[in-house]
């Protein structure tokens, strides 16, 4: 596994990043029309050290909440979910973040989100307060580009870690271009070109890759992205294609989509992005690293929250294993991932 640290590690993957309490709709409809909504929790890298931790690696989540109640309860509820919190610092200063959103696909023009987060315990992340011991002991470092959006010292803290340093362990980037994140400051998709850049495994939308740099194709992402050794980059229904580099040449895999009765549109990139890193972390085939992604996607879009168990791992392997025909004619719907049930696993 390219760029992955050598010996014993105390973790698989560790995950860095803000979680905050997010608060869903009752129903559908404007925020302003919502009369009630019930608590979760929300936070890119977090989603990802759950799903993980649910597959049976050893998963760690490293951030910082407020020393209140909404920390709490972030805390307990990762945790349950078996991820290692023990590096989580709380901060008495500062808040921990939380949000509103509404119950549309986060793509449509209807999607409202309410973020509290400016001034978060998250945001004050720096190289001085984060512990590198424990973000280094890892065979693998997800970050993602919601964090360098957060703060000045949160940017230094995601370039430090991506600079090249002996023994580093292989650094996923999810891109996670969000906007509304980057107001005030232009500098937002040339920030998150360069840590791409330095990281060794790269996820990116290719939607968010036009709208962020306005690079057309997966072949014009590459070109512009030469550096990390897998590219993955995401084309929604038409699937992913993926640039693996091996003794300086590059394969390219395109595996499609999987076609599914979709319940929330939300938390699917960051369900992909672990299903990947879990086939990765197994050292399977490239081809199997995408379709455990398309599964973990299906397995979250197919519940009404961010988080799901993952189906059992037999039973994935038994998916991704599928002969191209097979793979094609599958539509998943709610139920599916009950191993050996096949309930809401269709073929058409």
């Known amino acids: 596994m390219s760029g992955s640290a050598t010996g014993t590690t105390t973790a698989d993957v560790v995950c860095l990043g803000e979680s ?36 049976g690696h050893r998963a760690r989540w490293i951030g910082r909440v407020g020393a209140d109640g909404f920390g709490d309860h972030l805390v307990d509820t990762i945790a349950g979910y078996g991820v290692d ?32 987060r400016a001034g978060s315990a998250a945001s004050a992340m720096s190289p001085h307060n984060v512990p590198r011991e424990d973000l280094l002991d890892t065979r693998v470092l997800h970050l993602s580009g919601i964090t360098a959006a957060l703060s000045a010292d949160c940017l230094a803290l995601l370039t430090d870690l991506t600079g090249p340093r002996e023994g580093r362990p ?6 996670n271009h969000r906007p509304g994140l980057w107001r005030g400051s232009e500098e937002g998709p040339e920030v998150l070109l360069a840590l791409a850049r330095r990281s060794d ?9 036009e709208e ?48 599914v009765d979709v319940v929330a549109a939300v938390g ?15 050292d399977l085939p490239v081809r199997d690293r995408a379709r455990h992604g398309h599964l973990m996607a299906a397995a979250v879009l197919t519940v009404p929250g961010d988080l799901t168990g ?26 599916w991932t009950a191993a050996g049930a096949d309930e809401g696993v269709r073929t058409t």
């Open 170 to 175: 292989l650094v996923s980037f999810d891109v």
């Open 310 to 335: 993952p189906p059992p791992r037999a039973y994935a392997d038994r998916l991704a294993a599928l002969d191209d025909t097979a793979w094609g004619t599958l539509r998943l719907g709610p139920g």
């Open 85 to 116: 919190t023990s590096a989580v610092r709380r901060d008495p200063d500062r808040p921990t973040g939380v949000y509103f959103r509404t119950a549309t696909d986060r793509a449509t023009d209807t999607h409202e989100v309410a973020y509290y």
């Open 212 to 259: 962020a740099w306005g690079l057309h194709g997966a072949e014009a992402i590459r070109a512009a992205l030469p550096e990390p050794d897998v590219l993955v980059v995401k084309r929604g229904a038409d699937g992913v294609t993926v640039f693996s580099r091996t003794a300086g040449e590059d394969t390219v895999t395109t595996v499609p989509s999987l076609r």
């Open 20 to 55: 905050m309490v997010t608060f869903l709709p009752s129903q559908p409809g404007r925020l302003a029309d919502v009369p009630s909504f019930g608590r979760g929790i929300g936070g890119a890298e977090s989603n990802v050290a759950c799903a993980l931790a649910a597959a």
């Open 268 to 282: 699917a990139g960051d369900a992909f992005a672990a299903g990947f890193l879990s086939a990765t972390l197994r």
């Open 201 to 209: 495994l790269v996820f990116v939308g290719d939607d968010e890759a």
